[in-house]
């Protein structure tokens, strides 16, 4: 019987948790979100607790965890947390982009997208930038295949690139309220790498920031 994949998002003040057994068309599949804010430190590993029964830590068989952007403190925390259970545990653990949970999320879930455009999404940073990144739906399979890293860039800087974009392209502009409920996408997208047979180690796991925390 094939384990279970467990995913945290941290990179806001809202806390996603996500549990299942094979993909999102898996026998199991459960999650829940907490707006937990400045209390996210020391309500995390309640929350973790609390959520993973009837399973058990001994019942995963890989972590997942959303490496922003995002809150810098948010992002950091989970990180940190997800790198230590993973060595804890002696797991694989998934380090995936906020941006590319949330273009997995909004491809399930809007029918109208068609299949063969590109994602753009943005997200609003701070100092009057735009956190940005550009998917491409793979040709097999659910996946994702990047096109334009996660980039902090002006709101010019995004505009004129796409502009300059040759295919056709579907826009997603992503509130940073809505990023902890793209864990379960989140977790959908380490279960295709689980299953594609990648195993990277929880020291590979590195946050993106995308700025200074400090202007």
């Known amino acids: 019987m094939t ?11 809202r806390l996603g948790l996500a549990l299942s057994q094979g993909d999102s068309c898996g026998r199991s599949h459960r999650s829940q979100t907490w707006l ?23 019942d ?11 809150s810098f403190t948010g992002t950091r925390i989970g990180l940190v947390t997800a790198r230590t259970l993973a060595q804890q545990l002696d797991l694989p653990l ?25 994602l753009a999404v943005q997200l609003m940073a701070s100092r009057g930038q735009l956190f940005t990144a550009i998917y491409k739906p793979a040709t097999e399979g ?7 890293t996660d980039t902090a ?11 300059q974009w040759r295919s056709p392209y579907y826009l997603i502009k992503a509130q940073e309220d809505d990023l902890a409920a793209s864990v379960t996408s989140l977790l959908d997208l380490a279960w295709q790498d689980y299953q594609a047979g990648r195993r990277p180690s929880w020291s590979q796991a590195l946050p993106f920031y995308g700025q200074h925390p400090v202007p």
Not at 36 to 55: A, D, I, K, N, V
Not at 142 to 148: D, E, I, K, N, S
């Open 153 to 163: 860039r002006s709101f010019e800087d995004w505009t004129r690139l796409l502009d």
């Open 3 to 13: 384990g279970y994949g467990f995913a945290l998002h941290t990179t806001t003040a």
């Open 60 to 70: 995963l068989v890989f972590l997942a965890v959303a490496k922003g952007p995002g």
């Open 94 to 118: 998934f380090a995936i982009s906020s941006l590319e949970a949330i273009a997995q999320q909004q491809r399930q879930q809007d029918a109208t997208i068609p299949p063969d455009y590109d």
């Open 142 to 148: 659910r996946g994702l295949t990047t096109l334009v």
């Open 36 to 58: 937990l804010g400045r209390s996210l430190s020391s309500e995390l590993h309640g929350s973790m607790q609390g959520f993973m029964p009837p399973q058990t830590w001994s």
